[in-house]
């Protein structure tokens, strides 16, 4: 599984894109890159994953750099409920996640 | 779809008791459920890898008598904290992996329930 790094923390203010990085240089041509968000006290939620092309469903972006070495999660138009810490994850067929530290996103009124 | 049940929510008991904890796929089957462990400020830590019909994985430094997993059927494992004290006091989230498709790469996601907070008196 890839080692992931992420920035401690971000800030956002309310209704601008929140643009979220990951580094996975160790990445193997056959993980995929997942991204989970956690709200205080609940399970991880599912936003996204991709292989190497670039992702989009109803939550969020993911753009994935031609090399795999890392990943950008994009939340189009951040609202206070989008307040959570971010993981990226990768992974392959062995289904284990190894959560890094994660990003914890504030979005500001 | 993809709903995964966690139970209890929230409990507390005194030391030395066992605790059960229940993880429920409710709409999908799953080969293989997963069980972490936090603690607060901190990120989520893999506990084991739970196989249907067959035993656990146990992660490096978890103790496989303290934590017994039982994976009886596709839809259900269980968590049992076995004399528990005050430092198994923990929230515990387990997942659940969506059967395979033909495909050896097959890149669904994981389900996560809600977590259960474990308090030991």
């Known amino acids: 599984d890839a080692k992931t790094t992420q920035p401690t923390s971000m800030d956002c203010a309310e209704g601008r894109a929140a643009n979220l990085p990951c580094n996975h240089s160790?990445?193997?041509?056959?993980?995929?890159v997942y991204w989970y968000r956690q709200i205080h006290s609940q399970g991880p939620q599912y936003i996204i994953h991709g292989l190497k092309n670039n992702e989009t469903n109803e939550m969020a972006s993911l753009i994935i750099t031609e090399d795999r070495k890392s990943s950008t999660l994009i939340l189009p138009h951040a609202t206070l409920r989008d307040t959570a810490v971010y993981y990226c994850i990768g992974t392959s067929g062995t289904y284990k996640y190894i959560f890094g530290t994660g990003t914890r996103l504030k979005v500001l009124a | 779809g993809a709903v995964v049940s966690q139970h209890p929510s929230w409990v507390i008991c005194k030391s030395g008791t066992s605790v059960k904890i229940e993880c429920r796929s409710l709409d999908f089957q799953a080969t293989t459920m997963f069980w972490y462990r936090q603690f607060p400020k901190q990120s989520l830590m893999l506990m084991a890898t739970s196989n249907e019909g067959s035993k656990a994985t146990y992660e490096q430094g978890v103790e496989k008598d303290k934590f017994l997993i039982n994976h009886a059927s596709l839809t259900l494992s269980t968590l049992t904290v076995t004399s528990a004290h005050p430092e198994d006091s923990s929230f515990y989230i387990c997942?659940?992996?969506?059967?395979?498709?033909?495909?050896?790469?097959?890149?669904?996601?994981?389900?996560f329930g809600d977590g259960t907070r474990l308090s030991i008196l």
């Open positions: 997942s659940a992996q969506p059967m395979r498709t033909a495909s050896p790469f097959s890149n669904q996601p994981q389900h």
């Open positions: 160790t990445i193997s041509g056959n993980e995929y």
